[in-house]
């Protein structure tokens, strides 16, 4: 399947709103909630705002991983970008309809390439120690497990901590 990382922009937002409420339950299953809050479309456009007010900023860059046809399959991102340090800490998710296709690890190879390009060195990013899915996908990406952290969260019922990985680019 041919994909493309496209820069997140205000004309997204009810796209991305709406492919968020699809896949919030398969979401929440690997990562904590983001709150019942978030899925108030108002409160919504209030954090994409944000968001693209960081964007803008040059402190984080917000992809979504779209088809042929524009349709949102998933959602990249590079955030807290140091650039006197070259790095940046990656995070996905695709949407439970697109997984097991290989759309995170392309996307993510996608990723890869354009902040090489852009001058960065090192990426960064964490899982939770359940996620063995994701930590293959960044392994497959040459993403080298750093550690995993002695803080243990609470999720779904499930003690979990994270595991940090970094890739030189």
């Known amino acids: 399947m041919d994909i493309t990382i496209e820069k997140l922009q205000l004309p997204d937002a009810r796209n991305l709103f709406e492919f968020e409420m699809v896949n919030r339950e398969y979401f929440e299953e690997m990562v904590p909630s983001r709150g019942d809050e978030f899925y108030n479309y ?11 007010k960081e964007q803008a900023q040059g402190l984080s860059s917000f992809f979504l991983i779209k088809n042929n046809d524009g349709l949102i399959l998933g959602r990249i991102n590079i955030a807290d970008i140091d650039e006197f340090k070259s790095l940046g800490y990656i995070g996905y998710r695709v949407g439970k309809d697109h997984i097991g ?12 390439d354009k902040m090489r390009n852009e001058g960065f060195e090192r990426l960064l990013a ?25 803080e243990e969260i609470m999720m779904n019922g499930q003690s979990v901590n994270f595991v940090h990985f970094i890739r030189f680019l």
Do not use: C, P, V, Y
């Not at 108002?42 to 968001?51: A, V, W, Y």
């Not at 296709?101 to 890869?112: F, I, N, R, S």
């Open 42 to 52: 108002d409160t919504f456009m209030e954090r994409l705002g944000s968001l693209l």
């Open 101 to 112: 296709k290989g759309l995170a690890q392309l996307a993510l190879k996608l990723l890869a």
């Open 126 to 150: 964490k899982t939770t120690s359940n996620n063995i899915a994701s930590q293959r996908i960044l392994e497959k990406n040459g993403f080298i497990k750093r550690s995993t952290g002695d």
